[in-house]
């Protein structure tokens, strides 16, 4: 089974700030298989980013995904205050990463 | 607009079944390419597959939930069910259904989740 390591665990911004979050898997994936979402307290995971580099219906462009092979990331570019949350990657096919948590500094 | 449901006891006593539905409204059960899944979360904790099914039947299993987890769908009612056996208190958590594409495995659509308790 592949592995989906998240860092850091938490990143700590203020509104305005570019986050960078990473995800590495155990071994290589297809870029199409990795996703990205976001959970805040309460609710249900969103889907932000499929194939890698896609946003899904309705995400606004400051997010973004990129990266192949077993390194891949997920960029604010700007954060706003409703962004602040859990982000989880998931590989097709396997469970997800462990989160990274993206809190008000 | 595709939405789920879930549905089912919130409170299962140890070593019994849990047992969930989901309900698929707005849209088919058997139309398109996509697999309907179940995924749990404890509560503090992050997120875990439990497994999924495809309209043909075809199931997929997390390997460590395996030997307790059967999936079914009943496509005449638009549903599809989780069960899962021998709970214990480890198996408290937020379960959720959603639907994620055969072609790139992405959940893009998700219920709002049951909790669900063991405790007797």
């Known amino acids: 089974e592949i592995v989906l390591t998240q860092s850091p665990g938490t990143l700590s911004l203020s509104p305005g700030e570019r986050a960078t979050l990473s995800c590495r898997t155990s071994?290589?994936?297809?870029?199409?298989?990795l996703a990205w979402y976001q959970q805040k307290p309460g609710q249900a995971p969103r889907l932000l980013i499929y194939g890698a580099s896609s946003r899904a219906t309705g995400i606004p462009d400051r997010f973004s995904g990129s990266g192949s092979g077993t390194d891949f990331t997920l960029t604010i570019s700007r954060l706003e205050p409703e962004d602040f949350a859990v982000y989880y990657c998931q590989q097709y096919g396997s469970s997800f990463g462990q989160g990274t948590k993206v809190e008000i500094k | 607009q595709v939405q789920l449901q879930e549905s089912g006891p919130g409170l299962v006593k140890p070593s019994q079944t849990l047992s969930l539905t989901c309900t698929v409204s707005?849209?088919?059960?058997?139309?398109?390419?996509?697999?309907w899944s179940w995924i749990r979360q404890p509560a503090g904790k992050g997120l875990e597959s439990i497994g999924r099914i495809y309209t043909s039947g075809s199931t997929n299993y997390n390997p460590s939930l395996k030997s307790r987890v059967t999936i079914s769908v009943d496509t005449s009612k638009n549903q599809f069910s989780l069960k899962l056996s021998s709970v214990t208190a480890a198996d408290t958590a937020v379960y959720y259904c959603?639907?994620?594409?055969?072609?790139?495995?992405?959940?893009?659509?998700w219920g709002q989740g049951t909790m669900v308790t063991v405790s007797s």
């Open positions: 707005g849209g088919s059960i058997s139309s398109g390419s996509y697999y």
């Open positions: 959603a639907r994620d594409s055969a072609y790139d495995g992405a959940f893009d659509i």
């Open positions: 071994q290589s994936v297809s870029s199409r298989y």
